[in-house]
């Protein structure tokens, strides 16, 4: 019964962190993930905070400015590379970002 408890925790948790770090798309874009749940997206100066959630390999980002749309995107992660497809609330497309060397 334990074990069942720890699993299920360790998989709770672990959907988030998987984007931990910050992500940079073009010149001025960056887009930050805490690992627990919440993070910012950066436009040039610009500092948009946001809370996300990982649902399989869907990633939702509720901007805290209503002014910002929420954004639905299906993502993928290999080694250092966030790609993300345009879902609900956005433009559509593909994103591909490089991981920010800490």
């Known amino acids: 019964m334990i074990v069942i408890i720890t699993i299920a925790i ?4 672990k959907p988030t962190d998987a984007l931990k770090g910050t992500f940079v798309y ?3 874009v960056k887009y930050e993930f805490s690992g627990k749940g919440n ?3 950066y436009d040039s100066d610009t500092e ?3 809370t996300y959630l990982i649902e399989e390999n869907t990633l939702k980002l509720d901007f805290k400015d209503e002014a910002v749309r929420d954004a639905t ?3 993928s992660i290999e ?5 993300l497809i345009g879902g609900e ?3 559509g497309g593909e994103y ?3 991981r920010e060397s800490e």
């Open 10 to 13: 360790i998989n709770f948790l």
């Open 26 to 28: 073009g010149e001025s």
């Open 39 to 41: 993070g910012a997206m």
């Open 48 to 50: 948009y905070p946001y």
């Open 73 to 75: 995107y299906t993502f």
């Open 79 to 83: 080694n250092d590379t966030l790609t």
């Open 89 to 91: 609330g956005t433009m």
């Open 96 to 98: 591909i970002l490089e």
